[in-house]
């Protein structure tokens, strides 16, 4: 088996496009460089870079084994950081990913009853789709992910923490739908304002209504949930939104929700984690609040 010193300079090259440059990082010489390149080349048996006078850069082979490497060489370091934070939980960092929605909705309140108790725990937040997200929890970038769900990936552990209900509103440009209950079909004959087709909730959603025979084409796509709202209240169509993230608008009459013969059902948000992988003291104990 080739040594794991060789895929880590392997690696450093990847990303540096540079010989000398990559020994520096590594505190090793430039020739110490290119021969343990030259000999994983040589085990491996093809060619990883392309060498010009600027520089280094990956061929195909190489490009397919750094995603592996970046990978592994992620989650090992990951690992040694991890045993460093096992001391206390006074030092460390906790790198969550969320979505926009579910961070600015649902998470803060815990964010802020995590930092209060452990104000030492560095916390990076990393706002991505929620298909970003499970491949960053793949990878190793970060230690846990609060997603829309459903997600179907046996290598997650995944745990649902909060139902919420998709629901369309509209403001007073469609008025006369106050007083009715429509059906998923009728909405056809209306201008939508949804999610991008990227999202986890746009998805659950076009599913549900594909299964019930409705064509939905929305005239606005739009990448976040406040938006949604915005545009609802201006008039420019029926939005799709959150239930529970939408309350206010609803209090306040800017928005009424339009009654629809049966609900579109409920889904969840909910931790995902890579599973077979310890979580880190501070991961463990944020998804535990988050879970309780």
Do not use: W
């Amino acid at each position: 088996m080739i040594k794991l010193d060789l895929y880590s300079v392997f690696n450093e090259v990847a990303k540096t496009q540079n010989f000398t440059i990559a020994a520096k990082l590594l505190f090793v010489s430039q020739p110490a460089v290119s021969q343990s390149i030259s000999q994983l080349e040589s085990d491996l048996g093809t060619r990883l870079f392309t060498r010009t006078s600027k520089g280094v850069h990956l061929t195909s082979e190489g490009k397919l084994l750094y995603e592996y490497t970046h990978a592994g060489i992620s989650l090992i370091k990951n690992g040694e950081q991890r045993l460093i934070d096992s001391k206390n939980l006074l030092i460390g960092q906790l790198r969550i990913g969320v979505g926009d929605t579910i961070s600015r909705y649902y998470l803060i309140d815990y964010l802020e009853r995590f930092n209060s108790i452990y104000p030492k725990i560095k916390l990076r937040i990393i706002n991505k789709t929620t298909l970003e997200l499970v491949q960053m929890i793949k990878s190793g970038e970060i230690d846990l992910g609060v997603c829309n769900l459903p997600i179907y990936d046996k290598s997650l552990q995944i745990t649902p923490i909060e139902e919420i209900q998709d629901i369309f509103v509209a403001g007073d440009k469609f008025k006369e739908l106050k007083n009715k209950t429509i059906s998923f079909k009728d909405l056809e004959n209306y201008p939508l304002i949804m999610l991008d087709k990227r999202s986890r909730t746009r998805q659950y959603l076009e599913s549900f209504l594909i299964g019930k025979a409705v064509n939905i084409v929305p005239e606005i796509e739009l990448g976040s949930h406040d938006l949604l709202l915005e545009f609802a209240k201006i008039g420019l169509g029926i939005a799709c939104v959150v239930k529970e993230y939408s309350y206010e608008q609803i209090k306040k009459n800017e928005l009424f929700q339009v009654r629809t013969m049966e609900e579109i059902p409920k889904r969840s948000i909910g931790v995902c984690t890579l599973s077979g992988v310890a979580l880190s003291p501070a991961a463990k104990r944020f998804a535990d609040i988050l879970i309780n």
